[in-house]
């Protein structure tokens, strides 16, 4: 495997809130999105996410706190734990979160990416 150029990667597309997996490691997938405005409260019943800022800051809603990531930041949300992603501009991120895991977790939204359909770049 050759280096991943993260700008490089992130210059192959520009559709929001829609992950493209960049790489693979143990079972981790590592994804990248674009994302702005808000996106639908879910939770991941059995994987934590880890939210990498690249460029810009997200917004991550919890029923009892939120927690604003700037570039350059990690937060890893942890299994089970309903949250609510927003951007107020658009917002580069790196995901990394075990193969499997539902886009939107259980929650159903017009957004949500089936496993079999993430896109790789």
Not at 41 to 57: L, Q, R, S, T
Not at 58 to 65: H, I, M
Not at 106 to 120: G, H, I, K, L
Request: charged share 30%; glycine share 6%; with cysteine.
């Amino acid at each position: 495997m050759s280096a991943v150029n993260l700008l490089d990667k992130f210059s192959k597309f520009n559709d929001q809130w829609s992950p493209k997996v960049i790489a693979e490691s143990n079972g981790q997938l590592i994804k990248l999105a674009k994302v702005q405005g808000e996106f639908v409260w879910h939770n991941h019943a059995d994987e934590d996410e880890v939210f990498f800022i690249v460029k810009g800051e997200l917004l991550l809603k919890f029923r009892d706190k939120e927690v604003l990531l700037k570039e350059g930041e990690l937060y890893v949300v942890p299994k089970g734990v309903e949250h609510f992603p927003v951007a107020k501009e658009e917002c580069w991120l790196m995901l990394i979160e075990p193969k499997g895991t539902k886009h939107t977790g259980e929650t159903d939204f017009e957004r949500s990416v089936e496993e079999e359909n993430q896109e790789w770049i």
